[in-house]
């Protein structure tokens, strides 16, 4: 017995240091007084101080969002570096390497101080180029070393984004393959914490700042645990299904936890969107993050960007961007000043350039309500993405991809009430730490899959699926002992664009529940009012090619159905408990099977089903008393 105590103390010992040091590296980075505080209910948020800008240094600089290692946007995108210099100075750059290459080209400062080259061509895959900065009235000039050209990736949002890839369960496999030689094109780039007012200049921002960080390459373990883990397992899976074409990627990071939509949003267009928003109440938090960890990156040219946030705007009305209400209409006006700010130079940055997005886990409400509302607002009400609303945006489904053990307490600190104490218990606490709870949940790798299989056909041009099986159509009708029979059609275009008729991997299955004992599912019907979730036993699917799922249900009495929906408010294991059983990730019953894997070590391999139904909601009208057929919310369709 006094054994085992002393084995639990240590055990208490180890997970409080080994949280400690990562929570720091997580909310410290460098600004430690950026703190969390008690948002509405128990929902956490960032009430972001407001820095003072940071003089420049004399003479001539490059912005602190470049370094040794940077990664800049290749062909068929411009590439821009700037920086600062004295007032009425001319700014000369050299682009050179080892081969020969040399680009030379002259500029005069602004009237700000600042500087700013876009070469004069597009520049090929990689490569290892020096770039040099001097000024005619400078008596210094600066050299980036080590430079390349690839793909430069923006990710943002809030605490999941930020995540670090140590609290994810596939980061020892990712890190065994790193040191193996793979994975090498990725560097990353990571900024602290600042938060400036409007009128505070941030196009630029000095070296050696809060709002300056450091390329990484060939990072060490640490540094690797340390990077966003979303931002990483995207740029990981890119990098494996473009094989051979897998150029340099470059990503940087500027997530902060505890953040609104409305404070990434430019400030003086928020009142386009009706309602009362989370900063109002504070007016001077709206936008300062667009001023501190955008502004500075508006000249770079990027490739994309990769969004994940809402979990702290789930107090809001979700709203619909088709009446300019709640979070579809500021994500809305989000994505477009993004799109606009960053494309203003032509040729750099496209300006339909991708956005990709993470849809809400089960256990990420932060304590507000109707997530299926917020999924529905982050698609821009159109339930899946690209849309006419969102072109060339990309998306991850996550509502299956919830922390397994999402209840009970199951924390790292000692607090785990979960079963998942042991190394054999799957997703065990031990194995791989939680960060403040199950709502950061640690399946990760699966999030960054998903989304680069999106990208991959909607930014990268191959014609694959982009997105689980969407509803197209669906009707109703009533079969034998006056049970109801259901049709769903989703979009087979969307799940075989090439139309490959043996295409065994795009196809509709229907899985049985993961447990036995479940009575209920994410499929439900409304019956006067009330929501039954229903078990999808009663089921078929044809051949799967052809997109359709049929199902019957017996009704305790003749009331016709009026609503039908899909993981809209539902988790994949409802009614269990799971601090006592894990619902596993894609634990819900229907999947697009596609199976990619591309590593034979990979521990997905023989998990990994393809992509998950996007989530719907369908009023059910009645043709008949016997049939009916469904239809869609504005400005979704599916009749």
């Not at 821009?80 to 700014?91: A, H, I, N, Q, T």
């Not at 209920?520 to 979730?533: E, I, S």
């Amino acid at each position: 017995m006094f054994s085992k105590l002393v084995l639990l103390i240590l055990y208490v010992h180890t997970v409080y240091a080994f949280y400690d040091e990562f929570s720091e590296l997580m909310h410290g980075r460098k600004h430690a007084e950026l703190g969390i505080v008690q948002g509405p209910m128990f929902g956490k948020e960032r009430k972001l101080p407001h820095d003072s800008f940071y003089d420049p240094p004399p003479g001539v600089s490059f912005s602190g969002v470049f370094g040794n290692g940077t990664v800049l946007q290749r062909a068929p995108n411009l590439a821009s570096v700037y920086g600062f210099s004295p007032l009425g100075s001319v700014v000369t750059v050299l682009i050179t390497n080892a081969t020969g290459y040399q680009e030379t080209k002259s500029v005069a400062a602004m009237s700000d101080g600042t500087w700013k080259y876009t070469l004069s061509k597009p520049m090929m895959t990689g490569g290892n180029y020096t770039v040099t900065v001097s000024c005619n009235t400078c008596n210094n000039k600066m050299s980036l070393y080590n430079i390349t050209f690839g793909d430069v990736w923006y990710c943002s949002g809030q605490s999941n984004m930020e995540l670090s890839l140590i609290y994810s369960v596939q980061r020892n496999v990712t890190w065994d393959l790193m040191t193996q030689g793979r994975y090498s094109n990725i560097r990353f780039y990571t900024i602290g914490h600042m938060a400036f007012e409007d009128s505070a200049p941030a196009y630029v921002v000095p070296q050696a700042s809060p709002g300056s960080g450091r390329w990484t390459m060939n990072p060490t373990r640490d540094e690797f645990h340390a990077f966003s883990a979303v931002c990483w397992y995207y740029a990981q899976e890119l990098t494996e299904m473009l094989g051979d074409e897998a150029p340099p990627i470059g990503l940087i990071n500027t997530a902060v936890g505890g953040t609104q939509v409305e404070q990434w949003t430019r400030n003086n267009t928020l009142t386009s969107c009706k309602g009362p928003k989370r900063c109002d109440a504070d007016a001077g938090q709206c936008g300062i993050l667009y001023n501190s960890m955008v502004k500075p990156y508006l000249n770079m040219t990027i490739k994309g960007v990769v969004w994940y946030q809402g979990e702290n705007n789930m107090h809001e009305d979700k709203g619909n961007w088709r009446n300019n209400t709640g979070y579809a209409c500021m994500f809305k006006t989000m994505l477009e000043q993004w799109r606009h700010d960053w494309s203003v130079t032509p040729g750099t940055t496209d300006p339909q350039f991708g956005f990709g997005i993470v849809t809400l886990a089960a256990g990420t409400s932060e304590g507000g309500p109707d997530m299926g509302n917020m999924r529905w607002a982050q698609t821009l009400n159109y339930g899946t993405l690209p849309n006419p609303a969102c072109p060339k945006c990309f998306m991850a489904q996550a509502y299956d991809l919830g922390d397994p053990w999402n209840g009970g307490g199951c924390w790292a600190r000692g607090n785990n009430k979960c079963t998942g104490w042991g190394m054999t218990v799957p997703y065990s606490s031990t194995r791989t730490p939680y960060f403040m709870g199950s709502i950061h949940p640690r399946v990760k790798y699966e999030v960054g899959r998903r989304l680069a299989t999106s990208a991959m056909s909607v930014v990268y041009g191959r014609k694959q699926a982009w997105t689980g099986p969407t509803i197209k159509s669906c009707s109703y009708k009533r079969g034998s002992k006056n049970g109801w029979e259901f049709t769903i059609q989703f979009d087979t275009d969307m799940m075989n664009p090439q139309g490959i008729q043996n295409a065994s991997q795009n196809k509709i299955f229907v899985y049985d529940p993961p447990y036995p004992t479940q009575t209920d599912g994410p499929m439900r019907l409304l019956f006067n009012d009330t929501w039954t979730g229903i078990q999808l036993n009663q089921r078929s699917y044809g051949n799967g090619l052809d997109g359709k799922l049929y199902f019957k249900y017996y009704p305790v009495d003749n009331t016709p159905p009026t609503g039908l929906r899909y993981m809209w408010d539902a988790s994949c294991c409802p009614n269990q408990n799971t601090a006592i059983m894990p619902c596993v990730p894609r634990s819900c019953p229907v999947m697009m099977r596609y199976n990619i894997s591309y590593t034979d070590v990979n521990l997905q391999v023989g998990l990994e089903t393809g992509l998950p139904p996007n989530p719907f909601w369908a009023k059910l009208v009645a043709d008949s008393p016997t049939s009916g057929h469904c239809e869609c919310f504005d400005p979704q369709v599916c009749s």
